[in-house]
C-alpha cells in the first residue's frame, strides 16, 4: 500500500504537468513545469535519494524554469499563444497516450516487478560516499565529457542568441 | 510502505501525458515543456530502480541525465529565441524553411 506522502506528491506532480500543457497562459504553464519538478524531488525524497533530489531542485526548479520563464517573458505577445491546437489531433494525442500508459503499463503489471519480494526497501539506502567514490572513480571520463557537454551547450546558445550577425542579414535582405 | 511498481505507474503516467503534449502542441516552447516531462519520468524510474535493487548506478546515471538535460534546454531555448527573431512566431507548424 502507498502512503499519504506519496498519494499526496502523486497528486501534484501529475496534475501540475496537465496544468502545464493545458494551461491558457504560457507563463502560467512554465510555473506548474517548476512545481511539477520539485513533485519528481519529492519522489526522490521518498526514495532516500536526498543527493539527487537537491541536484533535482537546483537544477531543474532553480536553473531550467528560471530560463524557461525568462524565454517565455521574452517571446511573450498577444497573439501569439493562441495557436489553436486542431480537434483531430487532440483526440489523436489522448489515445496515443491512453494507449501508451495502458499498454506498458500492462507489461509492466503483469511483470515480475509486482511481486513484493522483488528489490528490498528493508536494506540501506544509497550512501552520497558511494556515488561521489563511483562518479570520480569508474565513471569519471564520463563526468569529464559531461562538463565539456555542457560548456559547449552554453557556448553554442549564447552564439545562437547573439544579436549583431542577424541584425547583418536582415539588413542585407532588405 | 511504497512499492517499486507506484513510482514506475507514476513514471509511465507522466511518460504518456508528456507523449500527448509532444503530439498536440504546436507551441514550441509547450514542446520543451514535454520533453522535460519525459525525460523526468526517465529520471524517477532510474532512482526507484535503483533504491530497490541497490545499486548506486542508477542514481549517478539520474545525475548525468539531469545535467544533460540543463544543456539540451540551454540548446533549444536559444534556438527558439532566434526563431522567433526570424518568423515572429513560435509555431513549429510555420518553421517550413528546411521542408524539400
Same mark, same amino acid.
Given at each position: 500500500?502507498?502512503?499519504?506522502?506519496?498519494?499526496?506528491?502523486?497528486?501534484?506532480?501529475?496534475?501540475?504537468?496537465?496544468?502545464?500543457?493545458?494551461?491558457?497562459?504560457?507563463?502560467?504553464?512554465?510555473?506548474?513545469?517548476?512545481?511539477?519538478?520539485?513533485?519528481?524531488?519529492?519522489?526522490?525524497?521518498?526514495?532516500?535519494?536526498?543527493?539527487?533530489?537537491?541536484?533535482?531542485?537546483?537544477?531543474?526548479?532553480?536553473?531550467?524554469?528560471?530560463?524557461?520563464?525568462?524565454?517565455?517573458?521574452?517571446?511573450?505577445?498577444?497573439?501569439?499563444?493562441?495557436?489553436?491546437?486542431?480537434?483531430?489531433?487532440?483526440?489523436?494525442?489522448?489515445?496515443?497516450?491512453?494507449?501508451?500508459?495502458?499498454?506498458?503499463?500492462?507489461?509492466?503489471?503483469?511483470?515480475?516487478?509486482?511481486?513484493?519480494?522483488?528489490?528490498?526497501?528493508?536494506?540501506?539506502?544509497?550512501?552520497?560516499?558511494?556515488?561521489?567514490?563511483?562518479?570520480?572513480?569508474?565513471?569519471?571520463?564520463?563526468?569529464?565529457?559531461?562538463?565539456?557537454?555542457?560548456?559547449?551547450?552554453?557556448?553554442?546558445?549564447?552564439?545562437?542568441?547573439?544579436?549583431?550577425?542577424?541584425?547583418?542579414?536582415?539588413?542585407?535582405?532588405? | 510502505?511504497?512499492?517499486?511498481?507506484?513510482?514506475?505507474?507514476?513514471?509511465?503516467?507522466?511518460?504518456?501525458?508528456?507523449?500527448?503534449?509532444?503530439?498536440?502542441?504546436?507551441?514550441?516552447?509547450?514542446?520543451?515543456?514535454?520533453?522535460?516531462?519525459?525525460?523526468? =519520468?526517465?529520471?524517477?524510474?532510474?532512482?526507484?530502480?535503483?533504491?530497490?535493487?541497490?545499486?548506486?548506478?542508477?542514481?549517478?546515471?539520474?545525475?548525468?541525465?539531469?545535467?544533460?538535460?540543463?544543456?539540451?534546454? =540551454?540548446? =533549444?531555448?536559444?534556438?527558439?529565441?532566434?526563431?522567433?527573431?526570424?518568423?515572429?512566431?513560435?509555431?513549429?507548424?510555420?518553421?517550413?524553411?528546411?521542408?524539400?
Amino acid at each position: 500500500m502507498v502512503d499519504a506522502y506519496f498519494v499526496g506528491i502523486a497528486i501534484l506532480t501529475i496534475g501540475t504537468s496537465i496544468v502545464a500543457l493545458e494551461s491558457k497562459e504560457l507563463i502560467y504553464g512554465a510555473i506548474a513545469l517548476a512545481i511539477s519538478m520539485l513533485g519528481i524531488a519529492g519522489f526522490f525524497l521518498l526514495l532516500d535519494a536526498q543527493f539527487v533530489a537537491m541536484f533535482q531542485i537546483t537544477v531543474y526548479v532553480g536553473a531550467v524554469a528560471v530560463l524557461v520563464i525568462f524565454t517565455v517573458m521574452l517571446v511573450r505577445t498577444q497573439d501569439l499563444f493562441s495557436t489553436k491546437d486542431d480537434k483531430g489531433r487532440k483526440v489523436g494525442g489522448i489515445i496515443l497516450a491512453l494507449v501508451t500508459l495502458g499498454g506498458v503499463g500492462a507489461i509492466f503489471l503483469v511483470s515480475g516487478i509486482t511481486n513484493p519480494m522483488f528489490g528490498n526497501l528493508d536494506s540501506d539506502p544509497i550512501d552520497i560516499k558511494e556515488i561521489g567514490k563511483s562518479m570520480l572513480t569508474y565513471y569519471s571520463p564520463a563526468l569529464i565529457v559531461l562538463g565539456l557537454t555542457l560548456a559547449g551547450a552554453v557556448i553554442g546558445a549564447l552564439a545562437l542568441a547573439r544579436r549583431e550577425g542577424l541584425l547583418k542579414e536582415n539588413e542585407s535582405i532588405n | 510502505m511504497n512499492q517499486l511498481i507506484d513510482f514506475v505507474i507514476i513514471s509511465i503516467a507522466l511518460f504518456s501525458i508528456g507523449i500527448y503534449g509532444l503530439v498536440v502542441k504546436r507551441n514550441a516552447i509547450r514542446m520543451i515543456f514535454s520533453i522535460e516531462i519525459i525525460a523526468n =519520468a526517465a529520471n524517477l524510474n532510474l532512482v526507484a530502480f535503483s533504491r530497490h535493487v541497490h545499486n548506486v548506478e542508477g542514481q549517478v546515471f539520474a545525475l548525468f541525465s539531469i545535467a544533460i538535460a540543463a544543456a539540451e534546454v =540551454a540548446v =533549444a531555448l536559444g534556438i527558439i529565441i532566434i526563431a522567433y527573431r526570424l518568423y515572429k512566431q513560435i509555431d513549429v507548424h510555420e518553421f517550413r524553411s528546411l521542408k524539400g
